[in-house]
């Protein structure tokens, strides 16, 4: 019953490091998601991906990079990491079966903190 | 482009009463859907309810419902008889042919239930 899990759950960088955050969902959803949350101003969408083999850019895509090998994986990457992407990164999952009306499922997210 | 504006400051409400959040919004799509997340001081993202656009009735889960006003492009989140867990942020997101199904968040209502 594991649903969409993040690793790891907390990270601390310094400047101009690099990292990936692992997302994995067993639900069989065809589209995955990568948000970001910063105080004040909700969720925002980095990448995202309607399949196996293909990535979008979403909302703010800069310093980021994303791999959809697998199915049931989607990769976030930080290059060079910087103080400005200290945030809470959430992965999310839904199914196309139910168009618009079908919900995301999130993992409980990861805390990274660049210094 | 599809916004999500929900404006009101954070608010306190007495166990049991009822509370209202408002969330409107704006987009050029005729078909699209209405999601309300729960965010709780643990973090992680709960689905509570969906609206879509051409439904006639407006959307009930349990004590969450929906006050659904397409002319007015406003989705209210109503809770009733509020418990000290609905302690939280409550997000409004949509989801349409606009935005290419993904789905934007608004900036979340936070809500203190006090005993």
């Known amino acids: 019953n594991a649903g969409v899990t993040q690793t790891p759950k907390f990270r601390v960088l310094k400047t101009g490091q690099s990292m990936t955050l692992l997302c994995a969902q067993d639900?069989?959803?065809?589209?995955m998601y990568w948000y970001r949350q910063d105080p004040g101003m909700g969720l925002r969408l980095i990448h995202y991906?309607?399949?196996?083999?293909?990535?979008a850019k979403g909302e703010v895509p800069d310093g980021y990079n994303v791999s959809r090998l697998k199915k049931q994986n989607f990769l976030l990457g930080l290059e060079s990491a910087a103080p400005s992407q200290t945030s809470v990164y959430f992965c999310?999952?839904?199914?196309?079966?139910?168009?618009?009306?079908?919900?995301?499922?999130f993992g409980n997210g990861t805390r990274l903190t660049v210094t | 482009a599809q916004k999500i504006t929900q404006t009101q400051p954070g608010m306190f409400v007495q166990e049991k009463e009822a509370v209202t959040l408002d969330c409107t919004y704006d987009?050029?799509?005729?078909?699209?859907?209405l999601f309300w997340y729960k965010q709780p001081s643990s973090g992680e993202m709960i689905f509570l309810i969906y609206?879509?656009?051409?439904?006639?009735q407006n959307a009930t889960e349990g004590r969450y419902s929906l006050n659904f006003q397409k002319a007015r492009k406003s989705a209210n989140l109503v809770i009733s008889a509020s418990q000290l867990g609905d302690s939280a942020m409550y997000f409004c997101?949509?989801?349409?042919?606009?935005?290419?199904?993904?789905?934007?968040f608004g900036k979340g209502n936070q809500v203190v239930v006090i005993p």
């Open positions: 997101a949509m989801r349409g042919l606009e935005g290419n199904n993904r789905l934007a």
């Open positions: 999310a999952s839904s199914s196309p079966a139910g168009g618009l009306n079908s919900p995301l499922h």
């Open positions: 639900m069989n959803h065809e589209y």
């Open positions: 609206q879509g656009s051409y439904d006639q």
């Open positions: 987009t050029s799509d005729p078909s699209y859907g």
């Open positions: 991906s309607v399949g196996e083999g293909t990535t």
